[in-house]
């Protein structure tokens, strides 16, 4: 037989898992320095318009 599980008790875990996740992302997205990230964001538009130079154009446009 399975033990039981408390409801109210892993609603709390699962919401203290949440929390602690989202604040992860928030350190991530709020502790870098303006500079690295701007410098992440030009990397990233410079990379996608390399890659739609290099696009071929189809004649029967697909």
């Not at 709390?12 to 991530?28: P, T």
């Not at 964001?41 to 739609?52: H, V, Y």
């Amino acid at each position: 037989m399975t033990k039981p599980v408390n409801l109210r008790q892993y609603r709390k875990r699962k919401q203290r898992e949440d929390k602690a996740a989202a604040a992860e992302a928030n350190r991530v997205k709020h502790g870098t320095p303006k500079a690295v990230s701007d410098l992440a964001k030009a990397r990233a538009e410079m990379a996608a318009k390399t890659l739609d130079g290099h696009r071929r154009d189809e004649p029967n446009g697909q």
